[in-house]
């Protein structure tokens, strides 16, 4: 396969989405996966727009246009992780999310806010080594089947009289295995494949920064003699070698110094940090004054936040261009409990709302891979029909507002639990019950759960 249609084979697929899409576009297709919060969809659609907009732009233009960094606030699980994880499935964008209480500032033991950007990076490269991998399948295909063949019918000895004649010979036998190997008569033959298995130690190093980062450091490119990949010689039959061998061969067609490059470039002109918990660094009010940890951490978030160039072991990368989502309940602490610096690096703020019965009910049903259809599909599995009527589904959304009220609100979490509970006896007895039709009604749902909800102390402990 050429250079070029290899090029042109990796572009992502969401990256030729995204050229059609406007930004109401972008909104439906979240409705799919994300039930309401309008607001906050309609300000990632423009992040996401602005963000094409600008790569249609040339020049030093383009380079002063940074991403208007969003804030979402609001409580556990109304949809703030979904909205961000999505946008960066349909963008074809690396995505990570990190949890902000996770990191130390300088001088405190723990990963520093860099690390981040190093794990977008593997990300990254990760994406484009699959792409990779798919466009240079076929070629792949045909340097295994050719290994393979060397295997069934090996070569004739140098030294051997008449090397040619039996050369001729060799190649005539192979094109005839070549045959039967496609049509899968020789898989359960066993071949000797020779293996490499990778012996890089993992180190643990004391970063620039303070903090503590493992990393994976190529060895065998510092000292080639001591730290090596061991060969090794491995029996399996032709079908197992032919997945190893295709293996082994789409590596050696891929460019890893193009990978490297290209997956920089997709972190710094299209990766998404998703920033979960911040509220949990910002600085408390009281009379002791804001943690000065959490206030370190802020202040290490913000050359990020901002823009600077962080190392990793595929280059250079500079963070101007990655949208920063971050999201928090702000229960105790507000956003202007962040550093003034923070604020103003995150200037779009939407703020989601708590979830009610309706909201419950839409969940239930509308999404493409809602609860009732993930369940009903995997008790399907076992020859079981799940019929869900529609008033089980107005009971389980009312229980599911009570029992958070009740307790811990946790949003649309409390549905997983609360079908979970529902089905355990259908799940649990599914393989003994084939070709049976359960049907879910208000008054099944009200047996099930109505005694857990109502006993307080008890719904605390097992919803």
């Known amino acids: 396969m050429s250079e070029s249609a290899v090029a042109h084979a990796i572009i992502p697929e969401g990256r030729q989405l995204l050229d059609d899409l406007a930004p109401r576009q ?54 703030k992780t979904e909205i961000a994880r999505r946008l960066a499935k349909l963008a074809a964008a690396p995505f990570i999310k990190v949890e902000a209480s996770k990191f130390t500032e300088v001088g405190y033991v723990g990963r520093d806010v860099e690390s981040m950007v190093r794990d977008l990076v593997e990300i990254a490269v990760v994406m484009v080594k699959s ?49 039967r190997l496609k049509a899968g008569k020789l898989d359960s033959r066993v071949v000797d494949v020779e293996v490499e298995e990778s012996r890089y130690p993992s180190l643990e190093m004391f970063t620039p920064h303070g903090g503590v ?42 460019d890893q110094r193009k990978v490297a490059r290209e997956a920089r470039e997709r972190v710094e002109q299209g990766g998404i940090i998703f920033l979960d918990e911040i509220d949990k660094v910002a600085g408390r009010e009281g009379g002791r004054g804001p943690d000065i940890s959490r206030e370190g951490v802020q202040r290490d978030l913000l050359p990020i936040v901002e823009g600077t160039t962080v190392t990793t072991k595929y280059g250079m990368v500079r963070t101007d261009h990655i949208l920063f989502v971050a999201a928090g309940a702000f229960h105790l602490a507000k956003p202007s409990d962040l550093i003034p610096e923070l604020q103003g690096r995150f200037p779009i703020r939407v703020e989601l709302s708590a979830l009610g019965k309706d909201e419950f009910v839409r ?101």
């Open 26 to 79: 972008i909104v439906a297709e979240l409705d799919k996966y994300v039930v309401g919060q309008n607001d906050a969809k309609r300000a990632v659609a423009i992040a996401l727009r602005n963000r094409w907009r600008r790569q249609q732009i040339e020049g030093v233009m383009a380079e002063e246009i940074v991403p208007k960094n969003i804030l979402m606030i609001g409580p556990t699980g109304v949809g």
């Open 131 to 179: 792409q990779w991998r798919e466009a240079v399948l076929e070629a792949a295909i045909t340097k295994a089947e050719d290994r393979l063949l060397q295997l069934l019918v090996p070569a004739p000895e140098l030294s051997t009289p008449a090397f040619e004649i039996r050369e001729d010979g060799v190649q005539s036998t192979r094109e005839k295995f070549r045959a």
């Open 213 to 254: 980062e493992e990393v994976g450091v190529n060895l065998r490119d510092m000292m080639p003699g001591i730290f090596g990949s061991k060969r090794h010689t491995q029996k399996m039959t032709v079908a197992e070698a032919r997945v190893v061998l295709r293996q082994q061969e789409a590596e050696k067609l891929i």
């Open 363 to 463: 969940i239930l049903t509308e999404p493409e891979a809602s609860l009732v259809k993930q369940y009903t599909a995997l008790l399907a599995t076992e020859g079981v029909t799940l019929e869900f009527k529609d008033d089980a589904v107005e009971t389980l959304a009312r229980l599911a507002v009570e029992v958070n009220a009740q307790t811990e609100n946790i949003g649309a979490r409390r549905l997983a639990t609360l079908m979970e509970r529902l089905l355990e006896t259908v799940s649990f007895e599914a393989p003994e019950m084939p070709s049976t039709t359960v049907v879910i009604d208000a008054k099944y749902v009200e047996e099930a759960l109505e005694n857990i909800v109502k006993d307080e102390d008890l719904s605390r402990y097992v919803l």
